[in-house]
């Protein structure tokens, strides 16, 4: 399988199945001497690590990560860091069935179709275990980018999306939905819960905000920064879309309504608006980064799915075992790590092309 490592300075690839002994990342690139530890790692790892509350998988990992080289004395060397998470509850008796035929909408026929051969156990690679490397990976690159702040949210759930008007960023972390809406924290307990009942599973969307980008990261053409957040977010597991700023809604807008009007400050421009993402023609402006992930509902479910078997014959397919009735939930943390680990890529990409720049009058 080719295309594990993302990334152009700051790189990082992951490896593992989701029924293997382990999984975890090798990130390459980071400048040296940057403090860093097993502790500064767990917190984000345990964000997303399943079995947390009766909305997510039930698996239960501890999700306990080890740096294995790269590090020396509590500081980063330079030379590649390898991470690793040890797999401790798998059950691979649950994918039985799988093994026989292909559950429609997971990636199953398609590796089958590329491959000629798949590892059924949890979707092997396909499988969104594989995201916990992606979060220890992302906690290296904040090392990299200590004047970011990352934070995401849920915003909807099968539909129902929270009102702007409620929202506290202190809720986020009160509530096993990432949710900054009291009031659609508890009507989605509901909803997730219903469909839990019932086992099907729901789709969710996630947004993202990033502070703290000075303007000139990215590129105007083949790595525009928007380009580069759309490519990590889109290579999510059940990730089916990404917005940047107004998104969609900017095709309705005339061009003075979409536009983000100016005026001096002292330290530069001051922006009225912030329709564009905080990017503008590939490259960051200074405002902040915001995006929206949409997720698919998870593809494991309890009810029939009507499917084929490897033969070819028709079958109907429930997926045993054990899933999240709403995997974008636990995307959070992972859409987070993501634009961590791009904007750590764009900074040292920038660094490298224009480095410290004189001030100009």
């Known amino acids: 399988m080719s295309f594990n490592s993302f990334g152009r300075v700051f790189r990082f690839t992951t490896w593992g199945e989701s029924h293997g002994p382990a999984i975890g990342a090798v990130v390459d690139g980071c400048p040296p001497g940057l403090d860093l530890s097993e502790a500064d790692i767990q917190p984000w ?53 799988v093994a026989k035929a292909y559950r429609p909408g997971h ?28 979060v220890a990976a992302g906690a290296v690159a904040r090392a990299v980018i200590p004047e970011v702040d990352i934070f995401a949210y849920v915003s909807a759930i099968g539909g129902d999306a929270i009102d702007y008007a409620h929202f506290d960023p202190a809720l986020i972390g009160q509530n096993p939905f990432f949710c900054p809406d009291a009031q659609a924290a508890v009507r989605w307990e509901k909803l997730v819960d219903a469909a839990r009942l019932d086992g099907s599973s729901l789709g969710a969307v996630v947004e993202c905000v990033a502070s703290g980008v000075p303007a000139g990261w990215g590129a105007p053409l083949y790595a525009k920064l928007d380009s580069e957040l759309a490519s990590a977010m889109m290579s999510i597991n059940a990730v089916k879309g990404v917005e940047i700023g107004d998104g969609f809604a900017a095709a309705s807008l005339r061009g003075e309504q979409n536009a983000d009007p100016m005026r001096p400050g002292e330290d530069g421009p001051i922006f009225l608006a912030n329709h564009a993402g905080g990017i503008a023609g590939g490259i960051s402006t200074g405002q902040p980064i915001k995006l929206r992930v949409a997720f698919k509902p998870t593809s494991s479910i309890l009810i029939p799915v009507e499917t084929v078997t490897r033969d070819g014959a028709a ?36 660094r490298a092309q224009c480095g410290e720049r004189p001030e100009t009058d």
């Open 315 to 350: 079958s109907d397919i429930i997926t045993k075992g054990r899933h999240d009735p709403c995997v974008g939930i636990r995307g959070v943390p992972v859409v987070e790590a993501m634009m961590a680990l791009v904007l750590a890529d764009q900074k040292l990409l920038h």
């Open 107 to 134: 990636a199953d026929y398609a590796y089958d179709a590329k491959y000629g051969f798949r590892d059924y156990r949890g979707g092997g690679r396909s499988s969104a275990r594989e995201t916990a490397s992606r």
């Open 45 to 97: 790892l345990d964000l997303r690590k399943p079995g947390t509350s009766k909305f997510t998988t039930q698996r239960r990992e501890a999700d306990e990560v080890r740096i294995l080289s790269g590090v020396f004395e509590g500081r980063t060397t330079g030379t590649p860091i390898s991470l690793m998470i040890e797999n401790t509850d798998q059950r691979s008796k649950d994918y039985s069935d």
